[in-house]
């Protein structure tokens, strides 16, 4: 048991050591290349954020539940806030497959909701249920008068936002709230997802569908849980 948990500490302090490298990297990375940073300034750098991130455990650690998940329902609404408002300030060039989808979505909603281009659909099929979530965004922002690129990013957002505040819960229950806000901090910090937030794809887009598909599945497998239930949600989650 004693050899288990040293195990499990070194893999843990490992992780840690990789989030705070990553999270520092992604902060800086802006001002100065990988390739033109200092080594000595990457180690000091990832140290640094490492310290922050074990100080931050140790003030998590002195809540209580309560505490925590008031906590982590505000730091979610401040983290979908902040998405929406940086993705709007920020530039997107669309890659390849968006762009396609976006100029597909503009002529359908010329079409009566008709898709256009059979001829890309027809090669890359996948893209077909990320084209009609754009639609039914891009459709809905027109009722309200909205920009659709606005709207649509506030959407992707809002997805990321839900993604990480389920990803809490998950952890939560797989461990306790404690893990769990510490894993939500990490995600709202993480520079990627706010680079990602007005880049309205399939990365983001997909990502609230999943984690929630594995939390109600950890949510039926507990103990006493009836079995009826256990057999809806595989039928649901076959569906899909």
Known sequence: MKLKNIFYKTILSILF??????TYRSIFDIFAPLQEMKPIVIILGTAVMLFL?????????????????????ILSILFFISLSIFGNLLTCIPSYDLSNIIKEVNMMMQNGGHFVT????????NQAPSTI?????????SLFNITPKVFAIIINSLFIAVAAYFTYLTVKKLKNEKAGLLTLIFLVVNPILYLYSSYFYTDTLCMPFLIIAIYIYIYIERPGKRSALRKKYYCLFCWE
């Not at 050591?17 to 990553?22: L, R």
């Not at 059979?118 to 099929?125: G, I, K």
């Not at 979530?133 to 922002?141: G, T």
Request: aromatic share 16%.
């Open 118 to 125: 059979e001829s890309y659909f027809a090669r890359y099929t």
């Open 17 to 22: 050591v990789i989030v705070a490298y990553i």
């Open 133 to 141: 979530l754009i639609f039914l965004i891009y459709k809905l922002a």
């Open 53 to 73: 991130f074990i100080k931050l455990k140790k003030l998590i650690n002195k809540l209580n539940k309560k505490q925590i998940n008031i906590i982590a329902i």
